[in-house]
């Protein structure tokens, strides 16, 4: 009984001996890792498509943006400049409203020329409209030459934008970020370059009258020198010659 009970002592102490062994050799438990979080990625380029296109109703002028490829230009001095750039962005609507065939009408060159003038290659904030010289310089060329006149005034909180042949207001801000700037417009800005009026071409000269000339030239003597009477004088003392004759005759 005692060796028994000596047994059974003896292998629950081995048995604990054991255990604790197991234990110590495994350690504590290793604490989970904190997830790290991912780095924010950079800004991608700011492209001025996405931008119109994400604010809807600008589909034509985006169009003229791709197809004059000034939307690569922009592309380019956006994301290599700090200049800055503001856009005066037309509606569908605005583009509605032209004469029918107006764009088409126009060369590929006036089409550059066109998009061009509606934008200011400098970042304008809405406030610093109040204090802005005109006239604006376009990128589609300086205005001090007369060429592309583009003037802004404003009226309270309202900013007038006037061509000589447009006027317009900003009627809405689609996109600012101090670098660019994006404003709405509800007309096509049109350059006195491209639509002013083309005056009348002249009327064509009458032409002369070739028969006129023909006769004057017939009526006139050949050389230019007087006519010779002596032909018409020995005729003349001819017929003298004969009734002197005659009356003779009657008198013999």
Not at 73 to 99: H, R, V
Not at 113 to 137: A, D
Not at 147 to 173: D, E, Q, R, Y
């Given at each position: 009984?005692?060796?028994?009970?000596?047994?059974?002592?003896?292998?629950?102490?081995?048995?604990?001996?054991?255990?604790?062994?197991?234990?110590?050799a495994?350690?504590?438990a290793?604490?989970?890792?904190?997830?790290?979080?991912?780095?924010?990625?950079?800004?991608g380029?700011?492209?001025?498509?996405?931008?119109?296109?994400?604010?809807?109703q600008?589909t034509?002028?985006?169009?003229l943006?791709?197809t004059t490829?000034?939307?690569?230009?922009?592309?380019?001095?956006l994301?290599?400049?700090?200049?800055?750039?503001?856009?005066?962005?037309?509606?569908?609507?605005a583009?509605?409203?032209?004469?029918?065939?107006?764009?088409?009408?126009?060369?590929?060159?006036?089409?550059?020329?066109?998009v061009q003038?509606?934008?200011i290659?400098?970042?304008?904030?809405?406030?610093?409209?109040?204090?802005?010289?005109?006239?604006?310089?376009t990128q589609?060329?300086?205005s001090g030459?007369?060429?592309?006149?583009l003037?802004?005034?404003?009226?309270g909180?309202?900013?007038?934008?006037?061509?000589?042949?447009t006027?317009?207001?900003?009627?809405g801000?689609?996109?600012?970020?101090?670098?660019?700037?994006v404003?709405?417009?509800?007309?096509?800005?049109?350059?006195?370059?491209?639509?002013?009026?083309?005056?009348?071409?002249?009327?064509?000269?009458?032409?002369k009258?070739?028969k006129?000339?023909?006769?004057?030239?017939?009526?006139?003597p050949?050389d230019?020198?007087?006519?010779?009477?002596?032909?018409?004088?020995?005729?003349?003392?001819?017929v003298?010659?004969?009734v002197?004759?005659?009356?003779?005759?009657?008198?013999?």
């Amino acid at each position: 009984m005692k060796l028994q009970y000596v047994f059974t002592t003896l292998s629950f102490l081995i048995l604990l001996v054991l255990h604790c062994s197991t234990t110590l050799a495994q350690g504590p438990a290793a604490a989970p890792a904190t997830p790290v979080a991912p780095a924010p990625a950079p800004p991608g380029p700011t492209n001025v498509t996405k931008i119109l296109e994400k604010a809807g109703q600008f589909t034509l002028f985006i169009r003229l943006l791709k197809t004059t490829q000034v939307a690569d230009q922009l592309l380019g001095q956006l994301n290599n400049s700090n200049n800055g750039m503001t856009i005066f962005a037309p509606t569908d609507n605005a583009f509605s409203s032209l004469k029918s065939g107006t764009l088409n009408s126009l060369s590929d060159e006036q089409k550059v020329e066109l998009v061009q003038f509606h934008i200011i290659p400098t970042y304008l904030s809405s406030s610093q409209f109040q204090t802005i010289s005109n006239p604006l310089r376009t990128q589609a060329g300086d205005s001090g030459d007369g060429k592309f006149p583009l003037n802004v005034t404003t009226s309270g909180n309202s900013v007038n934008i006037t061509s000589g042949l447009t006027n317009t207001s900003i009627s809405g801000t689609i996109y600012t970020d101090g670098q660019l700037a994006v404003y709405q417009i509800d007309q096509v800005l049109q350059p006195y370059q491209i639509f002013a009026p083309r005056p009348p071409a002249p009327a064509p000269a009458p032409a002369k009258s070739k028969k006129k000339k023909a006769s004057v030239v017939a009526d006139s003597p050949d050389d230019g020198t007087p006519a010779d009477n002596s032909k018409a004088a020995a005729t003349q003392n001819v017929v003298l010659f004969g009734v002197a004759a005659v009356v003779a005759a009657i008198c013999l």
